[in-house]
């Protein structure tokens, strides 16, 4: 059993007696009534997209997968292209399967693919992942950590705030649960 709380894009769960692949989470707290936790669910029998808003406190069971290390090679815009870090097998899975965490895939990230009854269904993230700045506004010099911040876009197309020292051509590190910049990377 997984609290709503930590519902993640690409966890598996069964809901309504099937199973289901998060595509998108959002935790809402609404003024001064209780939390919830807006999800995007993906059917993994039909393929069928619905949204569903869980309370905070609910308890959901997550399936019990096999998971398995691969490493990700490159994608072609639909496709997205994995190897088995053992057996060197290549496997090919669509946007549709892997959700937003298309966004943090780079060529040569090791990550654990998800395996239902032999099928893939999902992907597992590493918890941070160093990306390259590609565009943002130009840095400024000499600006400390505060709350301001801009927008950057990273390699994959992701645009996350940073802060104002950061320029195009950092490699910063990024926590890919939340989507939300770190720190520089080394």
Same mark, same amino acid.
């Given at each position: 059993?997984?609290?709503?709380?930590?519902?993640?894009?690409?966890? #598996?769960?069964?809901?309504? @007696?099937?199973?289901?692949?998060?595509? %998108?989470? *959002?935790?809402?707290?609404?003024?001064?009534?209780?939390?919830?936790?807006?999800?995007?669910?993906?059917?993994?029998?039909?393929?069928?997209?619905? =949204?569903?808003? $869980?309370?905070?406190?609910?308890?959901?069971?997550? %399936?019990?997968?096999? *998971?398995?290390? /691969?490493?990700?090679?490159?994608?072609? @815009?639909?496709? /997205?292209?994995?190897?088995?870090? !053992?057996?060197?097998?290549?496997? *090919?899975?669509?946007?549709?399967?892997? @959700? !937003?965490?298309?966004?943090?895939? &780079?060529?040569?990230?090791?990550?654990? &693919?998800? $395996?239902? !009854? @032999?099928?893939?269904?999902?992907? #597992?993230?590493? =918890?941070?992942?160093?990306?390259?700045?590609?565009?943002? *506004?130009?840095?400024?010099?000499? %600006?400390?950590?505060?709350?301001?911040?801009?927008?950057?876009?990273?390699?994959?197309?992701? #645009?996350?705030?940073?802060?104002? $020292?950061?320029?195009?051509? =950092?490699?910063?590190?990024?926590?890919?649960?939340?989507?939300? /910049?770190?720190?520089?990377?080394?």
């Amino acid at each position: 059993m997984v609290k709503a709380t930590q519902l993640r894009p690409g966890m #598996i769960i069964q809901h309504n @007696g099937e199973l289901h692949s998060i595509f %998108a989470v *959002e935790h809402r707290t609404p003024g001064n009534k209780r939390g919830s936790m807006q999800c995007r669910l993906r059917n993994l029998r039909t393929g069928a997209i619905a =949204d569903h808003r $869980f309370r905070a406190e609910e308890f959901l069971e997550r %399936a019990v997968l096999d *998971e398995i290390e /691969y490493e990700f090679l490159y994608g072609d @815009g639909e496709s /997205y292209h994995f190897m088995h870090v !053992e057996t060197c097998e290549q496997m *090919e899975l669509t946007r549709e399967i892997l @959700g !937003e965490a298309t966004d943090y895939l &780079l060529p040569g990230l090791h990550v654990k &693919l998800e $395996f239902y !009854e @032999g099928k893939a269904t999902g992907v #597992i993230l590493p =918890d941070t992942v160093d990306m390259l700045v590609v565009d943002t *506004e130009p840095s400024i010099q000499k %600006a400390t950590a505060s709350a301001v911040t801009k927008p950057a876009k990273m390699e994959t197309g992701l #645009i996350i705030n940073v802060p104002p $020292f950061i320029g195009s051509g =950092d490699k910063i590190r990024v926590d890919t649960s939340e989507g939300r /910049y770190i720190q520089r990377a080394q």
